[in-house]
């Protein structure tokens, strides 16, 4: 029987994912020990808990935190786990004054993580989930294989950005991710953010089991009439807010959900792309 493909995926923003949201934030000591909280705590949490199920995940790294803190790279580089570029300052696509700007950004954060880690990342994640008209030509040009940013499918496909004027369809591949299944969008909470309050553990954890559950019940469907499928279920979280305590309790019993199926299979972003390019030509 065929498994069902799990990624679990962290965004390592640190404090950078308060700076892009306000420069002054870079003077205010308060919001920035959120971020640094994901470092300094949430971040061995985690790992804790991937030692603990004996579990692979995808980490994307903003260049700027792998410079600050240069044992994380380290840590996360144990011949498991994949590293993606999540540019270097975790500007805003469109916040970019130039396509140069953009670039420079992210072959900046590219060149740190490939000294730090010994192999050129081949993965990339945009800050907020979003791309310029320049970004697909600076990762094509870059040569990233696979990005992680798309909100059209439940399945891994090949990236197509021809909704929009200029766009097109790529060689590189997309997997596949949701709002839904990110923490920010229940946890990531701030006085300065109007209108955000924190979710219950019991809701957050009940959405991500219905959300797992519908996509496994639509891959086995398709496998058992295609004899094989593309859905994943891609989960994204952040060390400083799933690594609370209680909030990494809801990670396990997560896991435990999905590993109740007899039916998983936890890999990294890096083997789901090459399982694809094997089966479908771009």
Excluded at 114 to 121: F, I, K, R, S
Excluded at 134 to 143: A, C, K, R, T, Y
Excluded at 186 to 211: H, N, T
Excluded at 238 to 263: A, C, D, F, K, W
Aim: proline share 6%; charged share 25%.
């Amino acid at each position: 029987m065929k498994k069902m493909p799990v990624l679990l995926t962290f965004d390592v923003d640190g404090e950078m994912i308060w700076r892009c949201r306000d420069p002054e934030n870079a003077n205010r000591p308060v919001a920035l020990s959120l971020g640094e909280y994901g470092i300094k705590c949430g971040l061995p949490r985690v790992l804790k808990t991937l030692k603990k199920f004996d579990l692979p995940a995808t980490f994307f790294v903003p260049g700027f935190i792998a410079e600050k803190y240069p044992h994380v790279i380290p840590l996360l580089n144990d011949g498991r786990n994949d590293i993606g570029n999540h540019s270097y300052s975790h500007t805003y696509p469109d916040k970019f004054p130039s396509k140069e700007a953009e670039e420079e950004d992210y072959k900046k954060a590219q060149k740190i993580l490939t000294e730090q880690l010994g192999w050129e990342p081949k993965g990339y994640r945009s800050p907020a989930w979003e791309y310029s008209v320049h970004s697909l030509d600076i990762i094509e040009e870059m040569g990233f294989e696979y990005a992680s940013n798309m909100m059209g499918s439940d399945s891994i496909e090949y990236l197509d950005t021809s909704a929009v004027p200029g766009g097109r369809k790529s060689k590189i591949v997309e997997l596949p991710i949701h709002w839904i299944l990110d923490d920010a969008a229940f946890w990531m909470y701030s006085v300065r953010i109007v209108g955000k309050a924190m979710q219950p553990l019991e809701s957050v954890l009940d959405c991500w089991c219905r959300e797992f559950d519908g996509l496994y019940e639509d891959y086995m469907a398709e496998v058992a009439e295609k004899g094989d499928s593309d859905i994943c279920f891609v989960l994204t979280c952040h060390p400083q807010i799933i690594g609370r305590p209680s909030r990494v309790s809801v990670l396990e019993r997560l896991i435990e959900h999905m590993n109740g199926t007899g039916n998983v299979e936890y890999i990294t972003a890096k083997t789901a792309v090459e399982r694809f390019r094997a089966r479908h030509e771009a």
